[in-house]
């Protein structure tokens, strides 16, 4: 068996930049345990296997099946690997419909293209508010005596979100290093999967930014994933986001294929 696969560089216009995921083309469905072994084997922070729903190939479809696994399990929703995977669709197989229809865990999501970027139109988890107390050990754990402004947790998508102080500056955020070991110890309830740090940006400067953010889940097996905002990650990468009336959120970001292959399973 033989299975198309790319790799792809999610929110940025450069290669070997943003956010990398690996995308394969599925004609049949496979058994989950292959799914997992070939996220393993690909080692990224996601990698997301699109399947055909009731269309004759991936140019001219406009529904498709898509799941995400990181080397360790599989993921109920992922922005990048979602925008890699359209971009997969809209620029390597030329697909022909204006707006593609992914079926997923979580629900169906739309990509649609505009001008340089694809728009991605996704649920809006809003977070509730987190008593640090509880969770000092891990907050200690992430960013150290960097001053914190408010912690908050997402129950849908498990994640921890802790602001850093105002008077903060970038370089604290970037020189965060926390360790994967000192992570999993102070954390080892499963409530939460992924730890965001998130600081305010600088909207005057140029190009100006709204927020700086960095992700940390080895709860995922994945200790950084290097996009989920202006990142301040070392391989950078941007995205912009439009919450809306309808309770949605538009994620807007471009993408770049840097390999393509094939793997003989």
Same mark, same amino acid.
């Given at each position: 068996?033989?299975?198309?696969?790319?790799?792809?560089?999610?929110?940025?216009?450069?290669?070997?930049?943003?956010?990398?995921? =690996?995308?394969?083309?599925?004609?049949?469905?496979?058994?989950?345990?292959?799914?997992?072994?070939? =996220?393993?084997?690909?080692?990224?922070?996601?990698?997301?296997?699109?399947?055909?729903?009731?269309?004759?190939?991936?140019?001219?479809? =406009?529904?498709?099946?898509?799941?995400?696994?990181?080397?360790?399990?599989?993921?109920?929703?992922?922005?990048?690997?979602?925008?890699?995977?359209?971009?997969?669709?809209?620029?390597?197989?030329?697909?022909?419909?204006?707006?593609?229809?992914?079926?997923?865990?979580?629900?169906?999501?739309?990509?649609?293209?505009?001008?340089?970027?694809?728009?991605?139109?996704?649920?809006?988890?809003?977070?509730?508010?987190?008593?640090?107390?509880?969770?000092?050990?891990?907050?200690?754990?992430?960013?150290?005596?960097?001053?914190?402004?408010?912690?908050?947790?997402?129950?849908?998508?498990?994640?921890?979100?802790?602001?850093?102080?105002?008077?903060?500056?970038?370089?604290?955020?970037?020189?965060?290093?926390?360790?994967?070991?000192?992570?999993?110890?102070?954390?080892?309830?499963?409530?939460?999967?992924?730890?965001?740090?998130?600081?305010?940006?600088?909207?005057? =400067?140029?190009?100006?930014?709204?927020?700086?953010?960095?992700?940390?889940?080895?709860?995922?097996?994945?200790?950084?994933?290097?996009?989920?905002?202006?990142?301040?990650?070392?391989?950078?990468?941007?995205?912009?986001?439009?919450?809306?009336?309808?309770?949605?959120?538009?994620?807007?970001?471009?993408?770049?294929?840097?390999?393509?292959?094939?793997?003989?399973?």
């Amino acid at each position: 068996m033989e299975i198309p696969i790319f790799t792809v560089d999610s929110f940025t216009d450069l290669p070997f930049k943003g956010n990398p995921a =690996a995308v394969c083309l599925i004609e049949n469905e496979l058994q989950d345990d292959l799914y997992q072994s070939i =996220a393993a084997e690909m080692n990224l922070s996601e990698t997301a296997f699109i399947t055909r729903r009731n269309s004759m190939d991936f140019s001219s479809g =406009a529904r498709f099946g898509l799941r995400w696994f990181t080397p360790t399990c599989e993921m109920p929703l992922c922005g990048h690997a979602t925008l890699a995977s359209a971009a997969v669709l809209f620029y390597m197989k030329k697909n022909v419909n204006p707006v593609l229809v992914f079926e997923t865990m979580r629900g169906e999501l739309y990509v649609h293209q505009h001008e340089e970027s694809l728009i991605m139109d996704f649920p809006l988890n809003k977070p509730n508010p987190q008593d640090q107390h509880e969770i000092k050990d891990l907050l200690k754990a992430v960013v150290g005596d960097v001053p914190i402004q408010d912690v908050c947790f997402n129950p849908t998508t498990r994640n921890l979100i802790i602001c850093l102080a105002d008077t903060c500056d970038r370089s604290e955020l970037t020189s965060l290093k926390p360790e994967a070991k000192s992570l999993l110890e102070n954390e080892s309830t499963g409530k939460i999967k992924g730890v965001i740090v998130t600081m305010k940006g600088d909207s005057t =400067a140029q190009p100006g930014y709204d927020f700086y953010s960095r992700y940390f889940s080895p709860w995922l097996g994945v200790l950084e994933d290097p996009v989920c905002a202006y990142q301040c990650s070392s391989r950078g990468g941007e995205l912009g986001l439009e919450i809306r009336d309808d309770g949605r959120l538009n994620i807007i970001g471009r993408a770049q294929t840097v390999l393509q292959g094939t793997l003989k399973i």
